[in-house]
């Protein structure tokens, strides 16, 4: 028992491999700290009404506390249920979409036989991830505007008027959810491609010997291997479904008014609520964006770890 305990008491001295793994973790702990962490004390603000008086500190410490008014306001709000059923409904579908359409097309890619075109497909999908909404709102309306878009320009070559794109609701939802679709799916696919990459090839050999097709093959080897990652990425998905891409619902959209029962959604919410000063009722819908996610992503993962304890991320 003496000689077990020196054993162990030797393994918990810090050694060289402590500093220099902790020196690696440092950059990372204190950016965590001071833009994950430390910003969390603005919860407060929710709680007050809060108006400018100078610096930070001072407008923080002069602004009267309110208690739950802020929430009170955010829910006796007209707009409140249009707002979280637009937040939740683009939400399941984007969770859907962004899971089946990448994993098709990370088996797609992983069937070519050719590499560099395998490449380039893969280059070639995973581009639109790194433009900025700034910049895809700019493109869209080069194809819809008015006077000037690219689309209504053909409509009137072929003898058609020309269309208000930005006044004409029911095309929206589709768009937004292709749009979103575009620049999401080649980061997805990424993802679920690493996983097939890492798929021992052994299990093909065997089944195309046992006279397996390519889609015995998919259904039988790739899909179960592939279950881990894919639940995952849904439980984290989940985490996010009361947030929604303000550039996506604001940007692209360019704030029409005439769109807006269809892209007003929580974060377009609070960053009107920013603009016109009312900063702590901005504040109460984030922390509940916040502790909405929080329910979420555990009742998912306990639900994940009822079903299959393997799959759940905690």
């Not at 007050?48 to 930070?56: E, L, R, S, T």
């Not at 929080?294 to 306990?302: G, H, P, S, V």
Request: net charge positive; with cysteine.
């Amino acid at each position: 028992m003496a000689s077990e305990k020196k054993k162990l008491a030797k393994r918990r001295k810090w050694g060289r491999d402590d500093t220099e793994l902790s020196l690696l973790a440092l950059p990372t702990t204190i950016w965590y700290l001071l833009f994950c962490f430390a910003p969390m004390f603005g919860i407060i603000i929710a709680f007050k009404d809060y108006k400018v008086h100078g610096g930070f500190i001072q407008s923080f410490l002069q602004s009267q506390w309110v208690g739950f008014k802020n929430f009170e306001f955010l829910f006796s709000s007209k707009d409140i249920w249009l707002i979280i059923r637009n937040t939740l409904a683009y939400n399941i579908v984007f969770i859907i979409l962004g899971i089946v359409v990448p994993v098709a097309a990370a088996i797609a890619i992983g069937q070519l036989h050719s590499k560099k075109l395998a490449k380039a497909y893969q280059t070639a999908m995973f581009m639109p991830y790194f433009l900025s909404w700034v910049v895809v709102s700019a493109l869209v309306w080069a194809f819809l505007s008015y006077d000037k878009g690219l689309v209504n320009g053909l409509l009137e070559s072929w003898g058609m008027d020309r269309q208000q794109w930005y006044m004409k609701p029911a095309m929206w939802p589709p768009f937004l959810v292709f749009m979103n679709l575009w620049k999401g799916v080649g980061y997805g696919m990424v993802v679920y491609l690493a996983t097939i990459t890492g798929i021992d090839k052994t299990y093909y050999e065997a089944a195309g010997i046992d006279g397996a097709t390519i889609w015995q093959q998919i259904r039988y080897i790739t899909l179960p291997l592939m279950k881990t990652v894919i639940i995952m990425m849904f439980i984290m998905n989940v985490g996010r479904i009361f947030y929604s891409d303000f550039g996506l619902f604001f940007q692209v959209p360019r704030d029409s008014n005439s769109l807006y029962n269809y892209v007003y959604t929580l974060d377009v919410y609070v960053y009107k609520q920013l603009k016109t000063s009312t900063t702590g009722m901005a504040a109460a819908a984030a922390f509940v964006q916040s502790v909405a996610g929080c329910i979420t992503i555990l009742t998912a993962n306990a639900i994940v770890r009822k079903v299959d304890r393997e799959s759940a991320m905690i």
